[in-house]
Nanobody, 126 residues
Framework: QVRLVESGGGLVQPGGSQRLSCAAS????????MGWFRQAPGQERDFVAA????????NYADSVKDRFTISRDNAKNTMYLQMSSLKPEDTAVYYC???????????????????WGQGTQVTVSS
């Protein structure tokens, strides 16, 4: 049974920083690409960032490029999302996901992922 648990969400002021973590278990996590998605109220779940199985390739949505950094520590089975220069429009529930096929790239499509965490709320507001 694959399990993904996000943490690190909360309330942050505009311009501030936040780091999300995603702890994974139940699969040889290091063999799989992983990604972050987010969903604001009334909107679809959108791609944020992804990282390949070895961490050598990353991919970002245009809206977060140069502000967010995705990384992973395969020894700890954990993925991170460092968010900086946060804007109110970054407010959403953030989900981590693990790819369905091993040895993959940094995929941006939800269809490439088969297990999801429960999500963590990030609210950017003064």
């Amino acid at each position: 049974q694959v399990r993904l648990v996000e943490s690190g969400g909360g309330l942050v002021q505009p311009g501030g920083s936040q780091r999300l973590s995603c702890a994974a278990s139940g699969r040889t996590v290091s063999n799989y690409g992983m990604g972050w998605f987010r969903q604001a109220p009334g909107q679809e779940r959108d791609f944020v960032a992804a990282i390949s199985w070895l961490g050598r390739s990353t991919n970002y949505a245009d809206s977060v490029k140069d502000r967010f950094t995705i990384s992973r520590d395969n020894a700890k089975n954990t993925m991170y999302l460092q968010m900086s220069s946060l804007k109110p429009e970054d407010t959403a529930v953030y989900y981590c996901a693990i790819a369905s096929s091993p040895y993959g790239s940094a995929w941006s499509s939800r269809t490439n992922y088969d297990y999801w965490g429960q999500g963590t709320q990030v609210t950017v507001s003064s």
